[in-house]
């Protein structure tokens, strides 16, 4: 969760209350700690801050510090320990053993299973489904601080006789999936550099483990250029193509790793299928390849046949694929205001209705005749009585003027009334609110070096996630792109593209999104034909 960047929204001290509800809620969260723990971990005068934040993924979470270190934080109305909690704390929570080379692939996101654990003589701990529970290593149960990173020796029932040669040799001696002596539950045999291989080969292949995921490789490239890829996501990062569409084409059970394949690294790959004509790739920045022309026509793409994919795959991938995006349906309307009252009373209106524009017009013709304002002499004009007179003439004219036309009636009566808006999302009922729809914001800024940055506000009235559009424009525009808070709004967010990229910001929102221009500004300001 807090692997990658998150973005802080407030940084306040506790309040007096708030530290005693704290204190509560730990005590009830946590039934290991006595009064005196809970005292000591929540101090009463030492500062206590409230960090709330943003995680990669946009989830609220609130992180509570102590001297410096996060304790505890709070995600969804549940209660979490931090590590540093747990390293001053180590029996706080259940703890279940590992050894230092499964924990490298804990870090990188794998699941703990049970050939992974190491099982003390009194066992394992007694846990229900949803419990929380903390992992540690062989031989040591915390690191510390930042700081200083002390140890804490391992309970008597640990293996704490364990030696670390002693645990590379039985990781090593644990059989791959398939091979002779393989046991149901063992853990994948570790390989030189500490890497657990587990790469899942099918063992109705007669075929090498590198023959096949060598064949493996090239089905998913193939597969991701045919069905996922298309001609306006380039310029396309090789590591998002790796990683958003060559991982989704994997089959059902099986693990892509271009480790285990004849080429080791995605470059290489790459460079092979380029020789084949297949893609072109270069370097548009610094370090950073990318994937740069496709030829869709090449045999290899044309005659690649989709495997196909079970039912319950099929299912799967439907629910996770994200919607195509609609734009909002947008209505203008008006407000009644208690000036304008007397008017619309006649057609049933009252101070604060919500009128479309064909209402207004229908009650102001509906006003006119009723009270018999229409001119004889001129069907065109409309004769102004004192309450037309209040609601839409100015003062220095209600002397003067007595008679308008239709059209400049009408659109007076548009221009009093206080404005109002619908917002109308697929599949969702409309939202009406006051005041007018902000249109998304685009502006250039100049920062160190007089660089130019680009910055879009705005979006989510119209349904779309910055940080979806973020990682969209890194994509299209080659350039770095960072999400944060509007200053001075409490919940709005904007995105920062490095340089003038309004012209690909204004493809994607004007043809792609196909959001109306007029609810877009500042799409003048992109460079012109030539300069830069």
């Not at 004192?386 to 002397?399: F, G, S, V, Y």
Request: hydrophobic share 35%; glycine share 6%.
């Amino acid at each position: 969760m807090f692997a990658k960047a998150f973005r802080v929204r407030s940084n306040t001290a506790i309040k007096g209350s708030d530290r005693r509800k704290l204190r509560a809620d730990v005590t009830a969260a946590f039934a290991t700690l006595g009064t005196d723990q809970v005292s000591e971990l929540i101090p009463g005068k030492e500062e206590l801050n409230v960090v709330k934040l943003y995680t990669h993924k946009g989830d609220t979470v609130t992180v509570y510090t102590s001297g410096g270190n996060p304790i505890l934080f709070e995600l969804e109305k549940n209660l979490y320990p931090t590590v540093y909690t747990l390293w001053s704390y180590p029996d706080l929570l259940p703890t279940f053993t590992t050894w230092p080379l499964v924990l490298e692939k804990l870090v990188g996101g794998a699941d703990l299973m049970l050939p992974g654990l190491m099982v003390p003589p009194a066992g394992l701990p007694q846990v229900q489904k949803g419990d929380l529970c903390a992992i540690a290593l062989v031989g040591n149960r915390r690191s510390g601080d930042k700081s200083s990173p002390p140890s804490i020796a391992p309970p008597v029932q640990d293996a704490a006789d364990v030696s670390e040669e002693k645990v590379q040799g039985d990781m090593r001696g644990l059989a791959l999936q398939g091979e002779e002596g393989h046991r149901e539950g063992s853990l994948p045999e570790a390989s030189e550099d500490g890497s657990i291989q587990d790469p899942s080969p099918d063992p109705m292949d007669g075929r090498s483990l590198q023959e096949q995921m060598d064949d493996l490789l090239q089905q998913c490239f193939l597969q991701a250029l045919k069905c996922r890829v298309k001609k306006a996501d380039l310029p396309l990062l090789t590591s998002t193509f790796l990683g958003s569409h060559m991982f989704s084409c994997c089959p059902e059970g099986r693990q892509l790793d271009i480790k285990k394949s004849s080429y080791k690294k995605l470059s290489k790959f790459l460079q092979h299928m380029q020789q084949e004509e297949i893609v072109q790739v270069k370097e548009l920045n610094r370090g950073v390849e990318s994937i740069v022309a496709v030829d869709w026509k090449h045999p290899r793409i044309t005659s690649f046949v989709v495997p196909e994919t079970s039912p319950t795959s099929q299912t799967v991938q439907a629910a996770s694929r994200e919607q195509p995006y609609h734009p909002p349906d947008i209505k203008a309307l008006y407000c009644v205001p208690a000036s304008m009252t007397l008017l619309f009373q006649e057609s049933g209106h009252k101070k604060g209705s919500i009128l479309e524009a064909s209402e207004v017009r229908g009650s102001v013709i509906n006003y006119a005749k009723k009270n018999d304002l229409v001119d004889a002499n001129n069907k065109n004009l409309v004769k102004l009585d004192p309450i037309l007179c209040d609601c839409i003439l100015e003062k220095n004219e209600q002397q003067t003027v007595s008679k308008l036309p239709w059209d400049s009636l009408l659109s007076r009566c548009l221009e009093k009334l206080q404005p109002a808006y619908q917002v109308t999302f697929a599949g969702q009922q409309p939202v009406v609110k006051k005041g007018k729809i902000c249109p998304i914001d685009i502006s250039l800024a100049q920062r160190a070096s007089n660089k130019k940055v680009t910055m879009v506000r705005n979006l989510e009235a119209y349904g779309l996630d910055p940080c979806s559009v973020a990682n969209i424009l890194q994509q299209r525009c080659q350039a770095s792109t960072t999400v944060t808070p509007v200053p001075g709004s409490k919940d709005s967010l904007q995105v920062q593209i490095q340089g003038n990229q309004i012209h690909h910001l204004g493809q994607l929102l004007l043809e792609e999104y196909g959001l109306p221009r007029r609810h877009i500004q500042g799409l003048e300001k992109a460079p012109k034909p030539g300069k830069k």
